[in-house]
């Protein structure tokens, strides 16, 4: 019976979060409330905030399911790769592959200023804690490079993972500008930035 309860409520808070990713579609994320929300999944505003203390957390646990799945898939590959840069462009990538795959483009669109910038309640502070955690990862990817061999041992590893994470965001705003991403031109984009970051400006 807990087995039946368990999988009941996973349906439920399933349904209330593609009810609030279809109304920040069709409405923007600021104009939509938790009772429309309440609405359009069929339950009470209550029972939305028993499982989402805000809108901020449906989308913030979104995009941290989107950023786990997206890590995972990163350390299972990490050692196939004798290419430090095909590594590092296969994590952006996947990254924002699973973001695209969670919320579409123009969604994106209105989040990304919001939580770059600020403006919007709770989210800018939110966001950036979870950045926090996702940046930490991603120095763990780089450090797992860095002990393969396959980047310099005097690398600052920290500083490597925030201008990743930091060039991702922006590379995901622009991507995002257009409602048919160009995947292609973005990755090649991304690769040859990659590389340079990688090999530098020496002669």
Request: proline share 4%; hydrophobic share 45%.
């Amino acid at each position: 019976m807990s087995g039946l309860r368990e999988r009941q409520k996973e349906l439920r808070r399933q349904a209330i979060s593609a009810a609030a990713v279809s109304l920040f579609q069709r409405q923007g994320f600021r104009e939509t409330t938790i009772e429309q929300i309440a609405r359009d999944a069929g339950v009470s505003a209550p029972t939305v905030f028993k499982y989402f203390g805000s809108k901020h957390e449906i989308i913030l646990e979104m995009i941290k399911e989107s950023d786990r799945r997206a890590l995972i898939d990163v350390h299972k590959r990490i050692p196939e790769f004798d290419d430090p840069v095909d590594a590092l462009c296969h994590l952006e990538h996947i990254l924002v592959s699973y973001a695209l795959e969670i919320l579409p483009p123009a969604l994106w669109r209105e989040l990304l200023p919001l939580v770059l910038v600020g403006g919007d309640g709770g989210l800018p502070e939110a966001y950036r804690q979870m950045n926090r955690g996702l940046q930490g990862e991603i120095a763990n990817v780089v450090r797992e490079l860095q002990e393969a061999g396959k980047l310099r041992a005097d690398l600052d590893v920290e500083l490597a993972a925030f201008l990743l994470n930091d060039y991702s965001h922006l590379q995901l705003l622009r991507l995002t500008a257009s409602d048919e991403p160009d995947m292609q031109a973005h990755s090649a984009t991304v690769r040859a930035s990659t590389r340079l970051i990688f090999e530098g400006m020496r002669a």
